[in-house]
């Protein structure tokens, strides 16, 4: 079904009719999803995925609950009845607060693709796999297993509220990974590199693809031959080429207003205090141009806007939609996201970074006299309640007098996230990122985070004496 065909529904009645015994708020949300899913592993093909998904679904908020539903027979007649359905579910027995205006006009928004992936042949994007994976097992004979991934996504929404706000956006994602593999015979070893954003096949110009599986084979090779990590508290230099990751899960969730709400956060109840080092500015920012976690309109149709959420230490927002907003007697901060049209929308990241300081990143290094040099992280696990984490380190240098020794395995950061941000002293005048798929409450969205370069005078490393 295309976008046209669901506008040109009676959508106003639709709305109307899951209003008729009662709520504040209501909502219609129609997503198209369509595209391709590769994975090479084994020297082989393993995995050939083409689709399209198509769906509507439709809320109603009687704060400070919210009643959801969805269908991907997409006619009025079913429509019509997901609607009485939910009403139902309201169960008020009183007449909607208010009529549905007439929609307001429709803003249609489309990011700016170069190469659009479907002009691009399947045959096409499996040489790329193909030869990204002949790239990583030519680097060395150590490298037994290599696994290489490809996937593009065109997504266009369209969403129309009780309020007569609607809007539209077509976006298209595109990622490219590859993980490898090193063995001596004795030990074995992992490398991992991804790349993506809201870009086309571009993204795979100039050879990248192979330039990707060349860094996964190497960092593999390089923690092989490494010797493990010192272990205890130590002084610790994040690299800006580290990404967000321990920003986004020690203080980024907490920041998410469902979760301040409901208690389950360090940041409940804080607005106003200090809770990081003046040195420390947190942005959570879809404007970007390009990133994995960029878009025009949320998924509730709220306009997307940079959202400064501590200021110089100070806290000053959480990430709010709509239904966590009304809680709070304010307005969205155009976070409201869901992973598709069978999911109902919740306060979620977007683009969440440090914003850059002053210090050339060098000084900062330079600085180190004894201690870690985190170049690239790895996953983790965090506690959002007390901000208590683990992250792994995927590639980390020994440094004695502001000078790299020698790389490092088997490191983990250990620590808690809001005292943390209040120790770090020096922030680089840098800012690099990482993107990802985000996990909470079962929905998985893209991400991406950023840091500049960080220096935290002492936190935990896990390693071997």
Do not use: W
């Amino acid at each position: 079904m295309t976008l046209k065909r669901i506008t040109n529904l009676p959508l106003k009645k639709i709305l109307s009719r899951s209003l008729r015994n009662g709520g504040q708020f209501a909502d219609l949300f129609y997503e198209s999803r369509s595209g391709t899913s590769l994975v090479l592993e084994n020297n082989r093909l393993e995995k050939v995925i083409t689709g399209t998904d198509v769906g509507v679904g439709i809320r109603v908020i009687e704060e400070p609950h919210a009643f959801y539903a969805y269908t991907n027979i997409i006619t009025e007649a079913s429509l019509l009845s997901l609607s009485a359905q939910l009403s139902e579910m309201v169960k008020q027995n009183r007449p909607a607060p208010f009529v549905l205006p007439g929609p307001s006009p429709l803003e249609s928004h489309r990011h700016s693709i170069r190469i659009p992936p479907d002009t691009v042949i399947l045959e096409a994007k499996t040489v790329i796999l193909e030869e990204a994976n002949e790239a990583a097992r030519s680097i060395d004979g150590r490298i037994r297993q290599v696994k290489v991934a490809y996937r593009d996504e065109e997504r266009e929404i369209y969403t129309l509220n009780s309020l007569g706000e609607q809007g539209t956006e077509r976006q298209i994602q595109t990622v490219f990974l590859v993980h490898t593999v090193a063995s001596d015979g004795e030990n074995l070893e992992t490398g991992y590199e991804l790349i993506g954003g809201m870009m086309g096949a571009e993204i795979l110009e100039k050879e990248v693809h192979l330039n990707t599986a060349k860094t996964a084979a190497h960092r593999a090779l390089m923690l092989l031959e490494a010797p493990h990590a010192p272990q205890g508290p130590m002084m610790v230099v994040l690299s800006s080429e580290a990404g967000g990751t321990m920003i986004h899960e020690a203080i980024g969730h907490g920041l998410e207003a469902d979760l301040a709400q409901q208690g389950l956060s360090k940041y409940s109840g804080r607005m106003g205090e200090k809770v990081a080092s003046p040195l420390i500015t947190v942005v959570d920012n879809p404007t970007l141009k390009n990133q994995r976690g960029s878009y025009f309109i949320d998924d509730e149709g709220t306009p997307s806007r940079k959202t400064i959420l501590v200021e110089k230490g100070v806290l000053i927002s959480y990430m709010y939609d709509r239904l966590s907003a009304m809680k709070d007697k304010t307005h969205s901060t155009g976070n409201g996201r869901r992973q598709s049209y069978r999911h109902r929308p919740i306060p979620r990241m977007s683009n969440t970074y440090i914003e850059p300081g002053e210090t050339d990143p060098h000084e900062i290094l330079a600085s180190l006299k004894t201690g870690l040099f985190v170049k690239k992280m790895g996953g983790g696990q965090v506690d959002t309640v007390n901000g208590d984490f683990v992250f792994e380190v995927s590639e980390a240098y020994k440094v004695e007098n502001g000078k790299i020794l020698h790389p490092v395995r088997g490191a983990t950061l250990i620590g808690n996230g809001p005292r943390i941000l209040t120790e770090i002293d020096l922030v680089g005048s840098d800012l690099g990122f990482a993107i990802g798929t985000c996990g909470k409450d079962g929905q998985g969205v893209p991400v991406s985070d950023a840091q500049p370069t960080l220096r935290i005078p002492s936190i935990i490393v896990g390693g071997r004496s």
